[in-house]
């Protein structure tokens, strides 16, 4: 199964470095000097951190908080 496209709970380098590689052939960020790399361990230790997956949080691996526009 695609670690990349599962829906909460997916940890680890592998999934990490499999997301990376769908961005950057992507191109929707060149030459980002690895930021997405350095966050998802700043943040969660690449899913590993206990607080990774949380109740009521779907923050996951980057821990990005979801914002709603106003209507």
Same mark, same amino acid.
């Given at each position: 199964?695609?670690? &990349?496209?599962? !829906?909460?709970?997916?940890?680890? !380098? ?11 052939? !992507? ?27 949380? &109740? ?10 979801? !914002?709603?526009?106003?209507?």
């Amino acid at each position: 199964m695609d670690g &990349t496209r599962q !829906s909460g709970g997916a940890a680890g !380098s592998g999934v990490v470095d499999a997301v990376i590689r769908l961005i950057e052939a !992507s191109c929707v960020f060149p030459d980002d000097k690895q930021f997405m790399r350095r966050l998802a361990y700043v943040e969660s230790n690449d899913g590993n951190s206990e607080n990774a997956y949380r &109740t009521d949080y779907d923050g996951g691996i980057w821990q990005v908080d979801c !914002s709603q526009a106003e209507n």
